[in-house]
């Protein structure tokens, strides 16, 4: 079968084709950093994260561009207030993005361009843009420089809206502007502003929109055309919006396919850092596992809502524990990655990732199979077992779940390694004593090692291969 995407123009999920055969080039909007990501800015990380596992396992070639905006209003604002330079905010706040994305499991992107690193061709954009009459200096002195939205007639297209229908942004400025509903691509530099916070341009000292720094970015390390362009609903207007028209109006075909993931919510409401309802990763990695966390994430499918609750959470970590509790007792909780192939995922889970990414199918399939092994392992079938297990582990690897998996390793574990190789010791000297007196036929000592293992945390399954334990 063939990848579905939702195509957002035509409201369908249509045939993925990609531009180039064999290979998919994807660019995603990137975080404003300002203050540290929630869980609504993560939960982008993690949908794409598992496109990108599904499109490898399925044999192409991923290219992953994801930006850091790292100049922009609110970052000075925010370092002003806090007493640094701006680009120490911004850096510190880049440095705990990438804390929270490792912590849940992603894969690093391809490449991660900086804004600030991109000035040259941004100016050459808003030249192209300039010379072909869609858009201009404002003529109050300000050396800021608008998009005209009128000048391009397909602008909407993205969010099927007319021009006519659309109010400009209630914390937009009118200064300059020949229409409110122009935006930004270059502004000029304000004397309360620190002079780092500025570069030369034509049109005078001054620093990129933000629209603008993504629409290079995209072109630069993908090309004129690409596959994917994606990131959070609250993105697709005013700034993929805008993001598409001063593209096409530069000469350039741009993004194929639009994709975008619903928010992560706290009482109905979008969580937000301007609202006070943002749940820190930080802050929740460190009360519920970082797996469990992911797979809260990653369970239900991304165009629809999440609601963030102590109950939710709580429900992906028994699930969690579900997963774990098998791979124990398969023997396998404790093996490096996963000698991954296709063929070892169910068609059932290829049927639903290839329809538009759909992981609640996805997952229920995982759960089934892990019921077909325990039904396996308990009537002695070792051949089923393992069948089981190999698609277990491959269903895992692709959601970004496989705790052998590398991206794992750099997560705190509740033991180090040689604790971990001590304990190990420990176990196999015990259970060897307990299955010395199975065999004698002492019942009595081996339930009470079982027992006092359990009294301990340490839970004791056995089945035809032996006895396994988890912690």
Same mark, same amino acid.
């Given at each position: 079968?063939?990848y579905?995407?939702?195509d ?15 290979e998919?080039?994807i660019y995603?909007?990137g975080?404003t ?12 990380e993690?949908?794409?994260d ?6 490898l396992?399925?044999?192409y ?40 994305y490792q ?13 600030t ?5 941004m100016?050459?954009m808003?030249s192209?843009?300039?010379?072909a009459?869609h ?17 391009w007639p397909?602008y ?23 229409d409110p509903?122009?935006f ?7 004397s309360?502003e ?19 720094e993504?629409?290079?970015?995209a ?8 596959d ?7 993105l697709?207007f005013?700034?993929?919006e805008?993001e598409l028209a001063q ?14 993931n ?6 109905? %409401?979008?969580?937000?850092? #301007? *609202? !006070? ?10 009360? $519920?596992?970082p @797996? &469990?966390?992911?797979l ?10 999440? %609601?963030?609750?102590?109950? #939710? *959470? !709580?429900?992906?970590?028994a ?6 509790s $098998?791979?124990a @007792? &398969?023997?396998?909780l ?5 000698d991954f192939?296709?063929?070892d995922?169910?068609v059932?889970f290829?049927?639903a ?8 199918a ?5 759960f ?6 325990h039904k396996?392992?308990d009537?002695?079938d070792v ?21 052998g ?5 750099g ?6 390694a040689r ?16 299955a ?20 301990l945390g ?9 006895a396994?334990?988890?912690?």
């Amino acid at each position: 079968m063939t990848y579905q995407i939702y195509d957002e123009a035509s409201g369908t999920v249509v045939p993925f084709v990609p531009l180039r055969e064999g290979e998919v080039s994807i660019y995603h909007c990137g975080l404003t950093v300002q203050a540290a990501p929630h869980l609504g800015h993560i939960r982008k990380e993690v949908v794409f994260d598992v496109l990108r596992r599904w499109l490898l396992a399925s044999g192409y070639k991923v290219r992953i561009v994801a930006n850091v905006t790292d100049i922009d209003d609110k970052i000075l604002t925010k370092s002003s207030a806090a007493g640094l330079q701006w680009y120490e905010l911004a850096y510190a706040v880049e440095l705990q993005l990438h804390r929270a994305y490792q912590s849940l499991g992603c894969l690093p992107p391809t490449y991660e361009p900086r804004a600030t690193g991109h000035i040259p061709e941004m100016i050459d954009m808003i030249s192209r843009l300039v010379d072909a009459g869609h858009a201009y200096a404002a003529d109050d002195g300000s050396g800021d420089v608008y998009f005209d939205v009128k000048s391009w007639p397909d602008y909407g297209e993205l969010t099927h809206q007319r021009l006519d229908d659309m109010a400009p942004a209630e914390d937009s400025d009118p200064r300059g502007k020949r229409d409110p509903r122009d935006f930004a691509l270059w502004k000029g530099h304000k004397s309360d502003e620190p002079a780092t916070a500025c570069w030369p341009s034509p049109w005078g000292s001054g620093r990129p929109g933000w629209h603008l720094e993504c629409s290079v970015m995209a072109v630069k390390y993908l090309g004129e055309s690409f596959d994917i362009h994606g990131g959070g609903l609250d993105l697709r207007f005013p700034h993929h919006e805008n993001e598409l028209a001063q593209a096409k109006a530069a000469g350039y075909p741009f993004a194929k396919y639009w994709m975008h993931n619903a928010f992560v919510t706290m009482a109905g %409401e979008k969580m937000s850092k #301007s *609202l !006070g309802n943002g749940a820190l990763v930080t802050e929740v990695t460190a009360q $519920y596992p970082p @797996r &469990a966390v992911r797979l809260y994430l990653v369970a239900p499918h991304y165009r629809s809502a999440i %609601e963030l609750s102590g109950e #939710s *959470l !709580g429900e992906a970590t028994a699930q969690l524990a579900r997963i774990d509790s $098998y791979l124990a @007792r &398969a023997g396998v909780l404790d093996d490096g990655p996963v000698d991954f192939a296709f063929d070892d995922l169910p068609v059932s889970f290829t049927v639903a990732m290839d329809d538009d990414l759909s992981t609640p199918a996805a997952v229920a399939v995982l759960f089934d199979t892990i019921r077909a092994g325990h039904k396996a392992m308990d009537g002695g079938d070792v051949n089923a077992a393992e069948d089981a297990t190999k698609a277990v582990r491959a269903m895992l690897h692709v959601l970004g779940l496989d705790p052998g998996d590398l991206e794992w390793s750099g997560v705190a574990s509740a033991r180090s390694a040689r604790t971990g190789e001590a304990l190990d010791g420990l176990m196999g000297l015990v259970l060897d004593q307990r299955a010395a007196a199975r065999q004698a036929k002492d019942w009595a000592t081996a339930d009470a090692i079982r027992d006092r293992l359990n009294s301990l945390g340490i839970t004791v399954d056995d089945s035809p291969t032996g006895a396994r334990w988890t912690l």
